[in-house]
């Protein structure tokens, strides 16, 4: 892919007082080349330190799938590529796809997981995960994360970094679906660089099935963020969060009573700065499709008023960053005429759009996955994303998106 830079013009802006945040516009947006022959499912994460890592899935042949990554340069490009693992028994998803993350105050540590199959169901799957302890040279083999031992679906991870030096874990649970009228759970454990697990702690007994769940760290604690179910197929996105030991209970901060009688496959985005802590995710209550964000000032006890942010037509798959000025940078996917769009828009916690712009041309089909969104400077932002081809090969692609 040839490495071009397109200077692109804002659409959009908005007037503020001297005193709020100022209006801002992307400068350019600069694909990021990286050797992905056919794959998808591209995931971003950034450690402690700032070193950034991108991950995704490669497809070998019709039955092996590799798992690959590779570091960003001090140039601002991606290094060499390196597989993690690979296996012909995993389970690929377009909404459920692997990531990395690196154990803080030892960043020569990596941690990454997949889904690998446990039975012959379409569901049966667990969480493996292995260990790097030279910056990924090497791979541990594989251990499994869900500790029930039950042929059932666990997935929807997500992995954050804790200061005592161990990642937590999060992940939805299928170890009640097998019975009657059981229902998907939120479990989470820890995790050492040593790769000793904890015993899992269930949070919440009833969740949505597929969702994607997402954590992010606090001075005050860690906070995660699910889609609900309740007995009646409300289901909300809810919050979870955890100051010393405790976890409290389940709490929706702004219900819509989104009333499905099955999963959406859109989970929530979490970003979280000092005390400032913003929530997005997608709804389709009252038969109208939305894409909303709250902030909070306070780790996420309390929360303001809710913002659209979308178009008019959503497809939801969100993320959020948060900018050094405490503004929101969110992505979307928005129903175009042609086919969809990734777009941006930038936000304060007033509920006043700074920046909208459509980043990038994309498929509305499932197979055009998640992109991810990730703040790796103070005016720099990574998107990635899987492009589908008029062959319908996927691809895993990224670019560099430069803000003011």
């Known amino acids: 892919m040839k490495n071009t830079t397109l200077l692109i013009l804002l659409f959009g802006l908005f007037s503020c007082s001297e005193n709020e945040s100022r209006p801002g516009r992307v400068l350019s947006i600069t694909p990021l080349p990286f050797p992905c022959e056919e794959g998808g499912m591209p995931n971003l994460f950034r450690s402690e330190s700032g070193q950034v890592y991108l991950s995704w899935i490669e497809f070998i042949d019709d039955s092996t799938d590799a798992l690959m990554f590779c570091p960003m340069g001090e140039d601002g490009q991606w290094g060499e590529a390196a597989e993690i693992a690979r296996g012909s028994d995993w389970f690929v998803n377009w909404a459920d796809f692997p990531a990395l993350a690196a154990f803080p105050g030892q960043e020569d540590r990596l941690l990454a997981y997949w889904l690998q199959k446990s039975e012959a169901g379409t569901y049966d799957y667990d969480i493996a995960f292995s260990l790097s302890a030279n910056g990924g040279k090497r791979w541990s083999e594989p251990r499994i994360l869900n500790d029930d031992g039950i042929a ?3 997935g929807f991870v997500s992995l954050t970094p804790l200061p005592s030096g161990d990642i937590q874990a999060l992940w939805l649970d299928g170890r009640h679906t097998k019975g009657e ?3 998907m759970s939120l479990r989470t454990t820890t995790i050492s660089p040593e790769g000793d697990v904890k015993p899992s702690q269930s949070l919440d007994e009833r969740t949505c099935d597929c969702c994607q769940t997402d954590m992010v760290l606090t001075p005050a604690g860690l ?3 699910y889609r609900d179910r309740s007995a009646e197929e409300i289901r909300d996105i ?9 976890w409290s209970t389940p709490l929706v901060p702004r219900p819509d009573r989104w009333k499905i009688a099955g999963c959406p496959v859109n989970g929530p985005a979490l970003a979280a700065d000092e005390e400032q ?4 995710w997608y709804t389709g209550a009252g038969d109208s499709t939305r894409v909303q964000c709250i902030f909070s000032k306070d780790f996420g006890k309390t929360f303001g008023p809710v913002f659209r942010i979308d178009d008019g037509h959503p497809l939801g798959r969100v993320d959020v960053e948060l900018s050094d000025r405490g503004t929101a940078y969110i992505s979307w996917l928005e129903k175009t005429e042609e086919g969809a769009e990734i777009r941006l828009r930038e936000i304060n916690a007033s509920g006043e759009a700074l920046l909208t712009h459509s980043l ?3 498929n509305p089909s499932r197979a055009s996955g998640f992109p991810i969104l990730l703040r790796s400077g103070k005016s720099r932002l990574l998107l990635a994303y899987t492009q589908v081809g008029e062959d319908q090969k996927l691809q895993a692609k990224c670019v560099e998106i430069e803000v003011e």
């Open 238 to 246: 809810a919050l979870v969060r955890r100051e010393g030991d405790a």
């Open 181 to 183: 009228d059981g229902a």
């Open 360 to 362: 990038i041309k994309t």
């Open 223 to 225: 906070v995660a963020a």
């Open 152 to 154: 059932a679906e666990h």
């Open 277 to 280: 802590l913003v929530m997005v």
